[in-house]
């Protein structure tokens, strides 16, 4: 019931694209939903976070989708860039529980010239 | 504004020894969080440091300890060193919110 589960593994895009990243939780005690980027060699960086109150949230080209009663949330990088390209994870935490945040398991994407 | 920093940047040990890894959070963040970054496991949460108190622990064994100073800085200590413990090692930090921000961790490797 902690899990978060994150799909695809991983995904290739042409620049310009659109990349889609999905996740899906089943504890609906989750309040807040961060995406983080990670490259190699780095920590992960928050992008974009939601709260389940919110249906969709934009900054610039980052937009989280949010499907309260589906339980899945979702990130849309629009004009994807090379630059963009990273690993993506998805988390969830919930405020009785230290805010300690459950990832998914990520997502590699690679975005081609 | 400095980020969170991290020591050291690798370290490398051999089995039944013991690891200690540094964390510094942002200034003015008074949380610590650890989390193992293992290949094929990838990020699991294990401790939560806040005012200087063990707040949390994740499913880790008690080999995994750490503590918490007056600065809000972090020391994450592993005991008898197994080759499985060998992961990035992330620390974030927040303050009063739900953002946790991130170092860019501690790389251990254990033979």
């Known amino acids: 019931q902690q899990q978060v589960k994150q799909s695809p593994q991983s995904l290739i895009v042409q620049k310009g694209g659109i990349s889609i990243i999905n996740c899906a939780y089943e504890n609906t005690a989750f309040d807040y939903f961060p995406w983080y980027q990670q490259f190699p060699g780095k920590g992960p960086a928050l992008l974009i976070a939601i709260r389940p109150d919110v249906s969709e949230k934009k900054e610039g080209r980052f937009t989280i989708s949010f499907n309260k009663s589906a339980k899945q949330f979702s990130l849309h990088i629009m004009d994807s860039q090379p630059g963009d390209s990273a690993t993506y994870f998805c988390?969830?935490?919930?405020?009785?529980?230290?805010?300690?945040?459950?990832f998914g398991s990520g997502t590699r994407l690679l975005v081609r010239p | 504004e400095a980020g969170v920093t991290q020591s050291p940047t690798h370290l490398i040990k051999t089995r039944g020894q013991q690891a200690t890894l540094r964390c510094s959070p942002i200034?003015?963040?008074?949380?610590v969080y650890w989390y193992q970054q293992a290949l094929g496991l990838g990020l699991q949460f294990l401790l939560w440091?806040?005012?200087?108190?063990?707040?949390n622990r994740g499913n880790f064994p008690p080999r995994f300890s750490g503590r918490q100073f007056p600065n809000y800085s972090s020391e994450l200590n592993v005991n008898a060193l197994e080759l499985e413990d060998s992961a990035l090692y992330l620390c974030?930090?927040?303050?009063?919110?739900?953002?946790?921000?991130f170092g860019p961790g501690t790389r251990l490797l254990v033979l």
């Open positions: 988390a969830a935490s919930r405020m009785d529980s230290s805010y300690k945040l459950i």
């Open positions: 440091y806040d005012e200087g108190e063990e707040r």
């Open positions: 974030a930090s927040s303050y009063l919110a739900r953002t946790q921000y």
């Open positions: 200034s003015g963040h008074t949380s």
